[in-house]
T-cell receptor, first 110, second 114 residues
Framework: DAKTTQPNSMESNEEEPVHLPCNHS???????IHWYRQLPSQGPEYVIH???SNVNNRMASLAIAEDRKSSTLILHRATLRDAAVYYC???????????FGAGTRLFVKA | NAGVTQTPKFQVLKTGQSMTLQCAQD?????MSWYRQDPGMGLRLIHY???????DQGEVPNGYNVSRSTTEDFPLRLLSAAPSQTSVYFC?????????????FGPGTRLTVT
């Protein structure tokens, strides 16, 4: 299974943009890039996913490098409620297994 | 919709005891899975199911059994609890009718084995 690499932690100020990076140099052509986040004492929740093109939704934006070996989750204006662990995951449309790494713990300062 | 529900929320077992963690979903999802999360770690896949009557092993299946007799329910059985199974357990479901297998997670069961 292709693996992802993320920084252990990042810090942001409230109301500033946050860019969370993810490296996935062994990604295959059929792997989709998914992001989940886990708020304290809760189960993970889906944030966004994409294949090749950049994606936007109400929660965040996903910027995917042209060679697909890296991606960046963008939170446009961080709030205190965005403090969570963010997981970058590769999922293949033909498969079901989802492998979670340790993720990036995002700290947001008021 | 209630989404994914898990019971119990908390459980304490003695070494060697057995128990079943319950998971149910009301979204008619084909795919269900069980994960465990140890302190400060990411989630690890235990078992998963792609439909009623079909299950398969994940990364860390030893010590756990599953069955899927209905689309809605996917119980996880601990056969003989060990302290190494102290963890938070999450159940998840997804459907290939939705956006590329977006998973919905339950609130988790916190299990302590003494």
């Amino acid at each position: 299974d292709a693996k992802t690499t993320q920084p252990n932690s990042m810090e942001s100020n409230e109301e500033e943009p946050v860019h969370l990076p993810c490296n996935h140099s062994t990604i295959s052509g059929t792997d989709y890039i998914h992001w989940y986040r886990q708020l304290p004492s809760q189960g993970p929740e889906y944030v966004i996913h994409g294949l090749t093109s950049n994606v936007n939704n109400r929660m965040a934006s996903l910027a995917i490098a042209e060679d697909r070996k890296s991606s960046t989750l963008i939170l446009h204006r961080a709030t205190l409620r965005d403090a969570a662990v963010y997981y970058c995951i590769l999922r293949n449309t033909g498969g079901f297994k989802t492998i979670f790494g340790a993720g990036t713990r995002l700290f947001v300062k008021a | 919709n209630a989404g994914v529900t898990q019971t119990p929320k908390f459980q304490v077992l003695k070494t060697g005891q057995s128990m079943t963690l319950q998971c149910a979903q009301d979204m008619n999802h084909e795919y269900m899975s069980w994960y465990r999360q140890d302190p400060g770690m990411g989630l690890r896949l235990i078992h998963y199911s792609v439909g009623a009557g079909i299950t398969d092993q994940g990364e860390v299946p030893n010590g756990y059994n599953v069955s899927r007799s209905t689309t809605e329910d996917f119980p996880l059985r601990l056969l003989s609890a060990a302290p190494s199974q102290t963890s938070v357990y999450f159940c998840a479901s997804s459907s290939d009718r939705d956006t590329l297998y977006e998973q919905y997670f339950g609130p988790g069961t916190r299990l302590t084995v003494t």
